[in-house]
């Protein structure tokens, strides 16, 4: 609406209810023949331990509440992640990935994250279709790291900090 936008529609209930009325989707079958390993948290705090060469993607969405669109400068970094995040984790919200993806270096495997794991197969799929070397995805995502208490550190957004992704 910001941006001069008037006809502004969304489906109430999502994908799941575009289903359950039997309306039509379509997905590629290159999409759906990609797999994605899902790690349990110990097992994924063991890679992290003990392989250097990983790139730790946090994929959750902009904290609504101190950033709008409009406000960021995007770069891959945890500036950008208010409230708890893994330590070394870059933030690219996947809103944004399609069009920074190019910035995560291609040597590095990729360990994909986000709140609750309704984001992070989706960042996983693309980024494998794209040539990358995702590992795998956080079963359960950071939530489930925290409720089983694995370390944490805590946030707060900040747009004048930036981290290398290198």
Known sequence: MAKGHTEVYYFTGGIPEWRYFNYTMTTSEEWQKVKVT??????????????????????????????????????????????????????????????????????????????IMKQSTIAAKFLTMQGYEVIGILKGGTSRWQAEGLP???????LQKRLSCE
């Open 38 to 115: 899902k790690l349990p948290p110990h097992e994924f705090q063991k890679i992290l331990n003990e392989d250097n060469n990983i790139f730790l993607l946090d994929v959750r969405s902009l904290d609504r509440q101190t950033l709008t669109l409009d406000d960021l400068d995007f770069q891959f970094d945890n500036s950008t992640l208010a409230g708890n995040y893994i330590k070394g984790a870059r933030h690219c919200p996947l809103v944004f990935l399609e069009d920074n993806f190019h910035l995560i270096p291609k040597n590095k495997k990729i360990l994909i994250t986000d709140w």
């Open 152 to 158: 944490l550190i805590h946030g707060q957004s900040s």
